[in-house]
């Protein structure tokens, strides 16, 4: 990994305690069910296989494990891994799946996630951000044709 790719990433202050309190208020699965684990120490994170790195302000925002299969489809279209999207790129995605199981009554559908959001890289397609590097966006002119919902304009760590 370069040296410029480790320094954007900062020490997680994430602890057991954090996330034992997510455990308590539903949003993430016990230890035991997910084998979750805190990345304090590691700069950057290191996943083993089959683990990838995640952040809790997306859990706050609605991302759970094990993710979805749309999910994991969204990943895998635009070319990129958790850790690249914006927190509220994670609530863009959890409100589009509850529109689509609660609301609609249907699987959460890719084509109309596409019609609806695009995916901004940043600073540019060719090199994106390690962190946060990627996020997605309600298309131009469909603001009145969505449902209206407020985002964070500032994450804090």
């Given at each position: 990994m370069e040296s410029?790719?480790?320094e954007a990433w900062k020490p997680s202050k994430c602890t057991d305690f954090h996330l034992?309190?997510?455990v308590k208020e539903s949003l993430?699965?016990?230890r035991k069910k997910i084998n979750w684990r805190r990345a304090i120490g590691d700069v950057p994170p290191r996943e083993e296989p089959q683990e990838i790195v995640a952040f809790?302000?997306?859990v706050l925002r609605g991302f759970a494990i094990p993710a979805s299969d749309f999910f994991c489809g969204l990943l895998?279209?635009?070319g990129v891994q958790v850790h690249h999207l914006t927190p509220n790129s994670i609530l863009?995605?959890?409100i589009f799946v509850h529109l689509c199981e609660a609301y609609l009554g249907i699987e959460p559908h890719f084509d109309l996630?596409?019609?609806l959001f695009h995916l901004k890289p940043q600073p540019r397609s060719s090199s994106i951000d390690t962190i946060g590097g990627a996020g997605l966006q309600l298309r131009q002119g469909l603001g009145l044709k969505y449902i209206p919902y407020k985002l964070s304009g500032k994450v804090i760590d």
């Open positions: 410029a790719e480790r034992h309190g997510l993430l699965q016990p809790l302000s997306f895998h279209y635009w863009h995605i959890s996630f596409r019609h």
